[in-house]
């Protein structure tokens, strides 16, 4: 059965049924929804006490880090954790070059993003490839947005620590509360090793024409709001990024699960803006507030390859409403831009990973 069809079953009762059973309890499942809510509330609270700016990113590592099984959390907070201390120090060295630029910078930014994303394709630490690549190629998209180059270094040092921190928090809680490894039946038929690079890199062009699409999706978003001269969007270049990490069939079950994602999470935002945040007056109210829409987002995204990427989403779209600034804040003008930069960035990427070498479920 396709994607296709899976997610339109025939008949509001069958979708209903598979949405129920989507959403129904299994092993494992509610425990890390907790520890998604535990390392996010933590994130927040920290994040707001030492006012540690970009506190929606910090908050978006926890759930895009944490995996059912810890050692895989492990595996892939210590990739990323290297790739953006690596990237980060590189972004720095380019913009000597390309500060002043922007003929030097786009070019560039469209060179990383390839290579990025090519590497989560073909190499055994593809995280590590992702975490680079994007973070070299959104921190070379906001120079537009500096007023200095002297900001601009202030905020890059303090985007590694609100990156890396809540990572790291993520990786310690998921130890500490996922209990002792269960013990492997029937012995021990140790793994093989797995290769480096994959025996295919440079002669599937699926790794290559991957890159090129999710390139050409950010590069869309990222020409399109700089052509606008509405710079409150560009959160489209990083959503084009973001959601385009996982295995490309089933492209329109992907664009599906997040734009339901993000209008779930959006109006959950845009609820909480108008008749909770303006009643907060502490941190615990809103550490609440993110405790219960954080369980949501995990436990949809605790579940099946089916619906879990739109947990992602769901947290995306409302951190992104509601962790604006230290402070309760009603401006609806920046909720306006996000949720149009994440509409934009979804359009662009399903368009472009619909009509431009389309991947069939066997394929990807």
């Known amino acids: 059965m396709d994607a296709a069809a899976t997610l339109a079953p025939a008949g509001w009762s069958a979708w209903l049924d598979w949405l129920r059973r989507e959403l129904a309890p299994r092993p494992g499942r509610g ?55 690596i990237a980060i120090g590189i972004s720095l060295l380019v913009y000597r070059f390309t500060f002043d630029f922007p003929e030097l ?7 990383v993003l390839f290579a990025g994303f090519f590497a989560s394709r073909v190499l055994a630490i593809g995280p590590l490839g992702f975490g680079m690549g994007f973070v070299i190629a959104a921190t070379q998209s906001i120079a537009e947005l500096m007023p200095s180059a002297d900001y601009l270094v202030h905020w890059l040092l303090w985007l590694w620590v609100a990156v890396t921190y809540p990572i790291a928090l993520a990786v310690l809680i ?8 269960k013990a492997a039946a029937g012995g021990t038929t140790p793994k093989p090793r797995k290769r480096l690079l994959a025996p295919d890199a440079f002669t599937n062009p699926v790794h290559v024409r991957f890159a090129l699409k999710v390139t050409l999706a950010a590069m869309t978003c990222y020409i399109i709001y700089t052509g606008l001269d509405w710079p409150g969007i560009h959160t489209a270049f990083i959503t084009c990024c973001f959601i385009s990490l996982e295995s490309i069939g089933a492209t329109l079950h992907k664009g599906a699960l997040r734009l339901a994602g993000c209008a779930c999470g959006g109006l959950l935002g845009f609820l909480s803006i108008m008749y909770l945040i303006p009643r907060m007056e502490s941190i615990v109210s809103l550490a609440f507030l993110v405790a219960a829409v954080s369980a949501l987002a995990g436990w949809v995204a605790a579940g099946s390859e089916r ?27 920046e909720i306006r831009d996000r949720l149009v930069g994440i509409v934009l960035g979804i359009a662009v990427t399903t368009l ?6 389309p991947v069939r479920p066997r394929q990807a």
């Open 31 to 85: 425990a890390m929804t907790i520890r998604i809510m535990v390392a996010t509330v933590l994130v927040v609270i920290i994040s707001m006490s030492l006012q540690i700016p970009e506190v929606l990113i910090s908050a978006y590592m926890v759930i895009f880090v944490t995996k059912e099984n810890r050692a895989v959390t492990t595996l892939v907070g210590t990739m990323m954790i290297l790739g953006v201390t």
């Open 105 to 111: 910078r786009v070019p560039a930014i469209a060179v």
């Open 174 to 181: 998921n130890r500490l509360m996922a209990g002792p490894p």
């Open 307 to 333: 619906i879990a990427y739109g947990g992602l989403q769901i947290a995306l779209a409302f951190y992104m409403c509601v962790l604006q600034n230290f402070e309760p804040d009603t401006d609806f003008v």
């Open 352 to 357: 472009v990973f619909r009509y431009l070498w």
